[in-house]
């Protein structure tokens, strides 16, 4: 499969829908090869994959497929065309490694690597000079938070003597515990730590931003997991749960403020990853199912999201809200598809969404009941912001500036309706879910 | 492409209609023999709990089911006409569907998480159907019809949370248990069906809900979305005993007389009769917390038949009226469309509850228990007086509709179309014999009423009194006088100012807080401390080696003295 994939960087030479038929005969090659056992198996050198694994590799290939796919312009007008599709392709060979080794210091390696096709995606392909600014943010969050990290593996090495995610034994204080988190924090990115992650939505091209929202904040995720498998420490994840809880409630304010579409759709995404956060850090099972398929419902529906804000940028080369307005009007079913994804955003049945936040909501709730508070509002305002960029989008009188508007394309619809349909179907083989075992 | 729209209205009115008639006669085949069916589908199981999609059939849901489907039949019946110069009709029946689809999972589903799938669906497709028009009216209604059907949703979903405890979420199982955490269920789910019914503190979303075509207002306001939460609660019932009551049952009475007498100050068409579905789900919201779960979805239904009969008239007289909604506006529509000036005061007579129509059998039972179950006297006044104006109110409307003069609209085409009649005739059977049937069926041992006369006759008292109360509303000089207390009557007639509490009295707050967060934290102390201080740090110490490279001749000099007394020492 690894070979295969290496093989795809070579397809990236001849067009980009021949790429298309290739991940998806990759992907479909690892769905049937996959042992999808309830522990970690299909272990050789240094790889290997559990249901966690597994279900991100496969986001990944996913969401790389639909960036390949939402980003017509890049072939319209031919900027970087072949290149374009080495970074994507190269991404998807970091992404998958990061998520099927089970060693730890070449997690942290694969996970630095990603870093670069997506930093390259966003100085090459960004519309704007501030995309320098916003790629320097990117960088450096990540870079500072993760170099404790590197000391933390290293400590580790030199305290158990290996790196294999299984093998760790190792007594944790304070510090190894903020290193080896703070890095997936940041990457996730919990509050207070999450200015990078605006910018750098509103910067990126539409494939950078699907990427970002769809998998990258989740090796965060996936990260904490790994970490936790070892680190079991209860002590101080009030810190982190605390900090998220007030994340939640805060950021669904601050969406309220939001005129740009990418950023508000940014800052969602630092609300739902808040919610993850708690979860995980709770600790149990249903923290750890609920935050897995929640970050597997976010990455689909978030990257639908942005190809949609990029589908209205396209029309009105604008993202503001004031200026998209009344696309009801001259694309009514695309309409249908802002309401399908905003409704799943704020978590509607039958979406991954809401059984993710399901289980959230208990995991948090059995770890303090006072939280209800917090949840409660961060699920209304969920709610409210998702609306209020459907409606403030698709409802209403046209812009007047606008002087011309097309309808939607059938690639356009094509590629919103594989970022639903897995979101929605999903739910008829949750069972696979729970085969996940800490 | 005109063809398929009409095939597509005709071919689903006669699916609907017929499914309605398969649920009616299941629904008293069940009642009959006592029969339920429980379906589960386990979706998920983890650890210790499952979660199951369930469906219920019993009568209740039978019979809800059916008379939903023959009401919404008639329904999309009507809008094929309704509707037959929109452009979006297509969208609309669709919107329509769904929205009766909706309401057929909730009605079906007496698990936590099961029941979402119709709850929030009922919300969200309620809000796409107010937003349908594109004005800036319809946008805001919209908005605050989903936000505060979405804090039902938040509340369901901390009910599950909650649920966890039991380790399923069949709450239908566990309504034999009390302790601290059903208590917890309890309060949440109230909350729930007091958003989703509009009771008082939620109550301003109902009449913001009339931005909605007119046929999705008969179908919302009849016997959907607002009937939702009298119906969680109906099934949750047995759970009402163990907690105090009192407190919801003042805030379903509250919402009775709030919007009785704010139906009496109000003058847009469709707003009057939301008010007064606001009413009639404040009666059914106290009959149910006073213990009479059965008179509750007894009224339901009978309320459902009259007020989408109601609400089709309403649409007819706007219709025809251009649409303009201002009853000032309107008169002696009586004599222009007799038929459905007829079914409209049938209905509205239905509503009152005067004798012998489908509203009297419920209104009238429900009254007389509430009479027998030793409440207050405030509690009585309060209740008669609402009583009184649902009357005052509906004669009010009439008078100004049918037996007035001309208003401003005159010269339009007074035109009664056959679709929309056709499905005004079942509506009007049942909005008058509903009631003896439903009341022979439901109550096969019939109430025990043991009255004094003079409280036996009040609810008929009342009514009588209403009509007078509807004179005065009526009367230039009353009219005159409110007019001189105008703030009284700004009070009154906008719902006790709970538009604004809901609206403007909350989110200054929050725009406010997230204005200077946004602008003090993301955009400047976070910026600041975390983004910035790597950039600061480095031009801090940029700064210091620029001063030492730049003052070297100074550095050298100071130094080269330096050295040289220390040499000299």
């Known amino acids: ?438 | 492409m005109f063809f398929i729209y009409l095939h597509f209205y005709n071919l689903m009115f006669s699916l609907l209609f017929f499914m309605g008639l398969v649920f009616s006669f299941l629904g008293l085949y069940f009642m009959m023999f006592d029969y339920m069916i429980f379906l589960d589908w386990e979706i998920l199981s983890i650890n210790s709990f499952c979660i199951n999609m369930s469906l219920i059939f019993d009568y209740m849901s039978f019979m809800f089911m059916g008379f939903v489907l023959l009401i919404s039949s008639m329904v999309v019946y009507y809008s094929y006409e309704y509707m037959y110069d929109d452009m979006y009709k297509n969208r609309f029946l669709l919107l329509v569907l769904m929205f009766i689809l909706s309401m057929m999972f909730m009605i079906i589903s007496p698990n936590m998480i099961s029941i979402l799938l119709g709850w929030d669906g009922l919300g969200l497709v309620s809000y796409a159907l107010v937003i349908y028009f594109q004005n800036y009216n319809s946008y805001n209604s919209g908005m605050l019809t989903v936000m505060t059907n979405r804090i039902g949703d938040v509340a369901i979903l901390m009910c599950i949370a909650w649920m966890l405890n039991f380790g399923s979420w069949n709450y239908i199982y566990y309504l034999g248990f009390y302790d601290f955490t059903m208590n917890n269920i309890i309060i949440f789910s109230i909350l729930a069906a007091f958003t989703k019914s509009a009771q008082i503190p939620f109550s301003s979303w109902l009449p913001a809900a009339m931005a909605a075509p007119t046929p999705v207002s008969a179908l919302v306001h009849s016997s959907t979305l607002v009937t939702a939460g009298v119906y969680l609660m109906i099934r949750f019932s047995e759970l009402l005993i163990n907690i105090d009551c009192t407190f919801f049952i003042v805030l379903s009475m509250m919402t009775m007389f709030m919007s009785g007498l704010g139906a009496n100050f109000e003058f847009d068409l469709k707003k009057i009769i939301a008010l007064s579905t606001l009413s009639q789900l404040g009666l059914m919201m106290m009959i149910l917390f006073l213990g009479f779960p059965n008179l509750a979805f007894f009224h339901l239904l009978t309320h459902a038949f009259f007020k989408a009969l109601l609400f089709l008239c309403a649409g007819m007289i706007i219709h025809v009226m251009n649409n303009c909604q201002d009853i000032r506006e309107m008169g002696n529509v009586i004599t222009m469309i007799p038929y459905t000036s007829t079914c409209f005061i049938i209905s509205s007579f239905s509503l009152c509850g005067l004798p012998f129509l489908s509203g009297f059998y419920s209104k009238d039972l429900i009254l007389e228990v509430f009479s027998m179950s030793n409440m207050n006297m405030l509690y009585y006044v309060i209740m008669m007086v609402s009583v009184m104006f649902t009357v005052s109110y509906s004669f009010r409307l009439m008078n100004y509709l049918m037996f007035m003069g001309f208003g401003n609209y005159v010269f339009q085409s007074y035109y009664e179309g056959n679709k929309m009649m056709v499905s005004m005739i079942l509506l009007t059977f049942f909005s008058i014999f509903l009631g003896v049937i439903l009341m022979s069926l439901m109550f096969k041992t019939p109430f025990v009423i043991i009255l004094p006369f003079y409280l036996k006759i009040g609810p008929l008292l009342s009514i009588c009194s209403g009509v007078i109360l509807a004179m005065l509303f009526f009367n230039k000089k009353m009219v005159d006088y409110m007019n001189f207390t105008l703030f009284s009557m700004y009070f009154f007639g906008n719902m006790w100012f709970m538009p604004f509490f809901s609206t403007y009295g909350l989110y200054q707050y929050f725009m406010l807080t997230s204005n200077r967060y946004f602008k003090y934290i993301d955009m400047g102390w976070g910026e600041y401390i975390f983004s910035k201080s790597h950039i600061n740090y480095m031009y801090l110490v940029s700064k210091i080696n620029y001063l030492i490279e730049f003052n070297n001749v100074k550095l050298f000099m100071v130094s080269f003295i330096f050295l040289m007394i220390m040499m000299l020492l």
């Open chain 1, 1 to 438: 499969m690894f070979s295969l994939s290496f093989l795809t960087l070579f397809i990236t030479l001849i067009d980009w829908y021949i790429l298309l038929i290739f991940l998806m005969f990759i992907m479909f090659y690892m769905m049937v090869s996959f042992n999808m056992l309830d522990w970690f198996s299909m272990v050789s050198y240094m790889f290997g994959g559990d249901i966690l694994s597994f279900s991100l590799i496969i986001l990944s290939f996913w969401i790389i497929f639909l960036m390949v796919l939402a980003s017509s312009l890049v072939y319209k007008n031919m900027t970087y065309y072949s290149e374009f599709m080495f970074m994507n392709v190269l991404l998807l060979i970091f992404l998958m490694f990061s998520f099927s080794v089970n060693n730890l210091f070449m997690y942290y390696l694969f996970f630095e690597c990603s870093l670069i096709p997506t930093l390259i995606l966003i100085f090459g392909w960004g519309y704007q000079p501030e995309r320098l600014m916003a790629g320097y943010y990117l960088l450096f969050y990540t870079l500072f938070f993760s170099l404790p990290m590197l000391l933390g593996i290293f400590y580790i090495n030199n305290f158990c003597f290996s790196m294999f995610y299984f093998l760790i034994y190792v007594d944790y204080n304070f510090y190894l515990y903020i290193s080896m988190l703070l890095a997936f924090l940041a990457k996730m990115p919990m509050i207070f730590i999450h200015f990078w992650l605006p910018k750098a939505h509103v910067e990126a091209p539409i494939s950078g931003s699907m990427i970002l929202a769809g998998v990258l904040l989740k090796l965060g995720g996936y990260g904490i997991m790994r970490v936790f498998f070892f680190m079991k420490s209860y002590y101080f994840n009030y810190l982190f749960l605390s900090i998220s809880l007030f994340g939640i409630f805060m950021v669904g304010i601050l969406c309220m403020f939001q005129i740009d579409m990418k950023s508000l759709i940014a800052y969602s995404s630092v609300a739902h990853m808040g919610m993850v956060i708690c979860g995980l850090m709770c600790m149990n099972m249903l923290g750890m199912i609920g935050s897995l398929i929640l970050m597997i419902g976010h990455g689909l529906c978030s990257s639908g999201m942005f190809c949609l804000a990029n589908i209205a940028y396209e029309r009105s080369s604008s993202r503001s809200i004031f200026i998209n307005k009344g696309l009801l009007t001259f694309m009514p079913s695309m309409c249908l598809f802002w309401f399908l994804l905003m409704i799943n955003n704020m978590a509607s049945p039958p979406s991954m969404n809401l059984l993710g936040e399901i289980l959230l909501i208990n995991s948090i709730i059995s770890w303090s009941s006072i939280s209800f508070f917090y949840l409660m509002f961060a699920s209304f305002m969920g709610c409210l912001y998702s609306i209020y960029l459907y409606s403030s989008i698709n409802h209403g009188l046209i812009y007047k500036g606008l002087l011309c508007g097309y309808y939607g394309y059938y690639i356009e619809f094509y590629l919103l309706f594989l970022h639903w349909l897995p979101l929605n179907i999903f739910f008829l083989k949750i069972d696979i879910i729970s085969l996940l075992v800490f």
